[in-house]
């Protein structure tokens, strides 16, 4: 339980450092939002006076104290129903009347909460992130499996070649070249967008979701090859062939479990920055999810709108660090607790 709560204490630490650090960059950067939010041909004394609505005039460390205080806070149980916090989520009920909200403002561009912008976009980079994961492990983990049991053969030399190719394209390019094969060529799959219905949304998610499964599996597959042929060399290994158990019950039962530790620890930051949006690929397919609102609110100035994001994409990294550090005593007994991962 000590540790558990060491682990917890450091994480929020790590949450609060980097969206101090966003906090004060996107503050201190040249360009006003206020003369975004009102435009360019609009009088100074409207800058002015909108400026002083979005609390822009005050000094930087009342900026900042202003915003962790509206962040988490207590409140009424029905947010919405009072008119001093129509901004805010319940996030925790304490009782029949109090809750802890959290409240990250109002767009300067969308003049709308920012929690209705997220409730609508994080479902969409969810779903994205859960299908491209997934892709992703089936692809790698298999061809790496797969090549590992080929080694040094023209199969295995195909499929490293294939992953370092996959490893060296940018995903942009990737995305292009999906676009052209199976939007402008075949006509089969949607160029961009979401649609407007569930089928829709299904189609639209394929190619965004096959160009992050492409770019991470290449990953995988050199990650999966080189653990399973050093784990294949193992004197239990070669006790196991000696007892005539089959190949396929060596390799997917013992081995293939004992590779999963690396593989559980690079899936699990992956797929942590992947619930924070995937910012290149939602872009180039104009997936409505988080990656493309932060490219949004970056060129609008919009504070509010990116403290969210970093918020949200930081909190999603460090959950699943956690649950990556916790996980390895299922998978390898040998290990008593969490340590420090990396990232790739």
């Known amino acids: 339980m000590s540790r558990l709560a060491s682990r917890l204490a450091w994480s929020a630490f790590v949450v609060w450092a980097v969206v101090s650090i966003t906090f ?4 201190v950067l040249p360009g006003d939002p206020a003369r975004m939010v009102a435009g360019a041909q609009a009088r100074p004394a409207d800058v002015a006076r909108i400026r002083a609505r979005l609390g822009l005039d005050r000094s930087l460390p009342e900026q900042y104290s202003r915003f962790w205080g509206r962040l988490v806070h207590l409140g009424p149980r029905n947010a919405r129903a009072d008119t001093d916090h129509t901004s805010c989520a319940v996030v925790l009920p304490l009782g029949a009347a109090r809750a802890v909200h959290v409240d990250f403002g109002k767009s300067f561009q969308m003049s709308q909460p920012v929690v209705d912008v997220l409730v609508a976009r994080i479902p969409r ?3 994205l992130a859960l299908v491209a994961m997934a892709l992703q492990l089936l692809l790698g983990v298999g061809t790496g499996v797969l090549a590992a049991m080929k080694r040094d053969s023209w199969l295995d030399r195909v499929l490293v070649s294939a992953s370092l190719l996959g490893l060296s394209a940018p ?4 995305a292009l070249g999906l676009q052209l094969l199976f939007a402008r060529t075949l006509r089969w799959l949607p160029l961009d967008g979401f649609g407007s219905d569930l089928a829709e949304h299904a189609r639209s998610m394929v190619l965004p ?4 499964g492409i770019y991470g599996a290449a990953y995988y597959t050199r990650l999966a090859r080189d ?18 158990l089959p190949e396929w019950r060596i390799v997917g039962t ?13 899936a699990g930051l992956d797929l942590g920055a992947l619930l924070g949006g995937a910012i290149v690929t939602e872009t180039v397919f104009r997936w409505p999810g988080l990656g493309e609102l932060s490219v949004k609110a970056m060129l609008n100035r919009d504070g509010p709108v990116i403290s969210a994001c970093v918020i949200v994409t930081s909190v999603a990294i460090v959950a699943a660090n956690v ?10 007994p040998r290990v008593t607790g969490p ?6």
Request: hydrophobic content about 55%; aromatic content about 8%.
């Open 171 to 174: 995903t942009f390019l990737i």
């Open 125 to 127: 980079t969810f779903a």
């Open 24 to 27: 004060v960059v996107q503050t």
């Open 254 to 266: 013992h081995a293939l479990r004992n590779a999963l530790v690396p593989i559980v620890t690079a």
């Open 323 to 332: 649950l990556v550090d916790f996980a390895y005593a299922r998978l390898d």
């Open 209 to 212: 979701a096959l160009t992050l």
């Open 227 to 244: 653990e399973m042929i050093v784990l294949m060399r193992k004197d239990w290994v070669r006790t196991a062939r000696a007892k005539g």
């Open 339 to 344: 340590r420090e991962g990396g990232t790739r």
